[in-house]
């Protein structure tokens, strides 16, 4: 509450998603300091599987885990990457089915402006 929220749903063995990941982790570096909240989770996946991604492929921003996949399908049914916008009372504004760039700088001032502007 409070926040905007980008929430990514991913899979290790999706390239979209990974090629995705270092965009995301760029637009949560450069809005660290706004009231917004960056998190994935990653779907249906064991958590050595992720643990070892994760290792390799430090990012910042909180990484979850649902392994059965149950709690995300309704979210990220029509395929992985999905990513939601929430406003700060936690409703969805907005989301995007399939891989796209995060850190481009129209993105990210659309991000700041949202952080600024929503009660």
Same mark, same amino acid.
């Given at each position: 509450?409070?926040?905007? $929220?980008?929430?990514? /749903? @991913?899979?290790t @063995?999706? *390239?979209?998603?990974?090629?995705?990941?270092?965009?995301?982790?760029?637009?949560y570096?450069? $809005?660290?300091?706004?009231?917004?909240?960056?998190?994935?989770?990653? +779907?249906?996946?064991? &958590?050595?599987?992720? %643990?070892? /991604?994760?290792?390799?492929?430090?990012?910042?921003? &909180?990484?979850?885990?649902?392994?059965?996949?149950?709690?995300?399908? *309704?979210?990220?049914?029509?395929? !992985?990457?999905? $990513? /939601? +916008?929430?406003?700060?009372?936690? %409703?969805? !504004?907005?989301?995007? !089915?399939?891989?796209?760039?995060?850190?481009?700088p129209? +993105? +990210? $001032?659309? /991000?700041?402006? =949202?952080?600024?502007? =929503? &009660?």
């Amino acid at each position: 509450a409070g926040k905007v $929220t980008i929430l990514n /749903f @991913w899979a290790t @063995w999706c *390239p979209p998603c990974r090629a995705e990941m270092p965009s995301i982790q760029s637009l949560y570096a450069a $809005t660290r300091d706004l009231p917004i909240e960056v998190m994935a989770i990653s +779907v249906a996946e064991k &958590p050595a599987v992720v %643990r070892e /991604f994760l290792s390799s492929n430090p990012y910042g921003f &909180p990484m979850y885990l649902d392994e059965s996949g149950d709690a995300s399908a *309704p979210f990220a049914g029509r395929g !992985i990457p999905t $990513t /939601f +916008v929430l406003d700060k009372q936690g %409703r969805a !504004i907005a989301a995007v !089915i399939g891989a796209r760039s995060y850190d481009g700088p129209e +993105v +990210v $001032t659309l /991000f700041k402006e =949202l952080a600024e502007r =929503l &009660p």
